[in-house]
């Protein structure tokens, strides 16, 4: 079956293997009505038959499901997913054009046609792990008040709802990187603070069992490799199949990536630049490019990061 362009009119004759809204619905987890309003925003064009019924092609089942979840686990309002959606179809197409290659070890390109597709695949497991109660709720909601902050406040202020605010600092839901980044940035923290609150004054070794744990929720384990304050910080990145930063952030320093085990994709100032990232390849980029990260393929991926300084 073949992708439909972004911004491509509808078909007269909706194509074989597409489905009407009631299924498509219910594949996306939400309701028809809610389907008719994200087309209503501009976020899918789904096909027409002769007859003005929508159908959906598996592409537009894919996006759906992606709308969901940055509405109701990242708390986007429709024009940051209209933003999201229009990164992620810029970064098909020059994938699929082959124009942006990773240049790794002795300088030889690695193929890079199907990053996305591989991450879609990724997703699929990444979605079936639960995330149970979110442990940094409480520290999200401790940092808002310190600061006098209403829920409606602090929404004002990061642009994400007070309702998915809400439910981090329930430990409902966790958020993605780019969510979390959003949230403390409003609040003048970094999401290193949330591994901190307990952090030793000081201290040379670090051995595993003592490491301070984050768990961002959605397939991502961050594990501080460093004790004390420090000019840089150096984190273990543990995701899971399909799991992503869900989107651009940036901020002040420089980062180094090494990758351990599994297959990074990073995307580097939009969809300008692509790296796929295997064992044994570095990557070295300033934290004030945007940047979003996605782990590709079927097995677990295990980054050393480093920033300098520690703003993350």
């Known amino acids: 079956m073949g992708r439909r362009a972004e911004g491509e009119q509808p078909a007269a004759t909706a194509p074989l293997g597409a489905v009407g809204i009631e299924e498509a619905a219910r594949l996306a987890g939400v309701s028809p009505s809610a389907l008719r309003e994200w087309e209503r925003q501009g976020l899918v064009k789904p096909a027409r038959t002769p007859g003005g019924a929508r159908r959906y092609l598996a592409d537009d089942v894919e996006r759906l499901q992606r709308i969901r979840t940055w509405r109701t686990v990242d708390g986007l309002n429709a024009a940051a997913i209209r933003r999201l959606l229009d990164a992620s179809a810029a970064g098909r ?4 054009g082959g124009r942006h290659r990773s240049m790794a070890g002795g300088g030889q390109a690695r193929p890079e046609a199907t990053p996305e597709a591989e991450l879609a695949s990724g997703l699929a497991v990444a979605g079936r792990a639960g995330v149970g109660v979110w442990p940094a709720g409480s520290q999200l909601r401790a940092i808002r008040r310190s600061q006098r902050l209403t829920l409606r406040g602090a929404a004002a202020k990061s642009g994400l709802s007070a309702s998915f605010i809400s439910s981090l600092e329930r430990g409902v839901t966790g958020a993605s ?72 952030y940036r901020h002040i320093g420089e980062e180094f990536m090494f990758v351990l085990a599994g297959s990074l994709g990073v995307w580097l100032d939009g969809p300008h630049e692509f790296y796929r990232l295997e064992p044994g390849d570095a990557l070295t980029f300033p934290s004030t490019v945007d940047h979003r990260i996605a782990a590709l393929g079927q097995t677990e991926t295990r980054v050393l990061w480093i920033n300098t300084p520690p703003t993350f």
């Open 93 to 96: 197409g020059s994938a699929a």
């Open 177 to 248: 990187i780019t969510a979390l980044r959003r949230l403390l940035d409003a609040y003048g923290r970094t999401v290193g603070e949330l591994l901190r609150a307990d952090a030793p004054a000081s201290g040379r070794l670090v051995r595993p069992a003592a490491r301070r744990v984050l768990d961002a929720g959605r397939g991502i384990r961050i594990e501080d490799l460093f004790a004390g304050p420090t000019a840089l910080e150096s984190q273990l990145f543990v995701l899971a199949p399909g799991a992503s930063s869900d989107g651009y």
